[in-house]
């Protein structure tokens, strides 16, 4: 991150710069939809009403925590492999063995470029995950803030999805390709239940 404020990072973000882009946005989206989860945690752990679940989100406080901090390093991880992969792009290719070295160096970099977004989608399976865990014994009063950590989680999925898939379009190991593909797959099955704890919530708060 190159700003201490939320103002500032979106700044950026509108730039004209390439660079925080799509990942980035989708890993500060995860990082948002932890932050909600310690927030409910918070505001439930050491009331009375919820003591039976004191132990379950005080474990789970820990965790959410413990995503934040790695979904705000993914933004700026981000950052760095899509750099790599522009300065790969930009490597002298006039003679035969430049062009092989600028080939094999512009594979590599988009292995690093694949593999951000793709810890980012695994990263958000996990905040869903979180957030089905905590809502039995969420405080009722921020319900509604459970739901929200889970569809933040969920739109941090599905972006990142995408900035996957775009590297691997350009790709050439099918090995790698299909080891990657398998991880997002099975990231990916977490929308499901994302989209299941926004249902449960929005019932419970229209009863």
């Given amino acids: 991150m190159q700003t201490d404020t939320v103002g500032g990072w ?5 730039s004209e710069s390439s660079t925080p882009g799509g ?6 989206n ?3 939809g932890a932050a909600l989860i310690s927030m409910v945690c918070n505001l439930t752990i050491g009331r009375p009403k919820y003591a039976s679940y004191e132990s379950e989100l005080t474990q789970a406080l ?3 925590e413990e995503l934040r901090s790695a979904a705000v390093r993914l933004a700026g991880d ?7 992969v522009i300065a790969a792009y930009k490597l002298a290719k006039t003679t035969e063995a430049e062009k092989q ?27 869903i995950a979180l957030s089905r865990r905590i809502l039995p014994g969420s405080n009722t009063n921020v319900l509604s803030d459970v739901a929200v950590a889970a569809s933040s989680a969920q739109a ?5 999805a995408v900035n996957v898939e775009v590297n691997l379009a350009a790709l050439a190991d099918e090995r790698q390709r299909e080891v990657v593909r398998g991880r997002l797959s099975t990231a990916l099955t977490s929308a499901t239940e994302a989209e299941a704890v926004v249902a449960e919530v929005r019932e419970r708060i229209a009863k």
């Fill in 10 to 14: 979106l700044d950026e973000l509108a």
């Fill in 23 to 28: 990942g980035a946005a989708a890993a500060m």
């Fill in 30 to 32: 995860a990082a948002v």
């Fill in 62 to 64: 820990s965790e959410a």
């Fill in 78 to 84: 981000d950052a760095e492999a899509f750099g790599a």
């Fill in 101 to 127: 070295a600028r080939t094999a160096a512009i594979q590599h970099a988009l292995v690093g470029a694949a593999d951000v977004p793709l810890r980012t989608a695994e990263l958000a399976a996990q905040v």
């Fill in 156 to 160: 941090a999925l599905t972006a990142a």
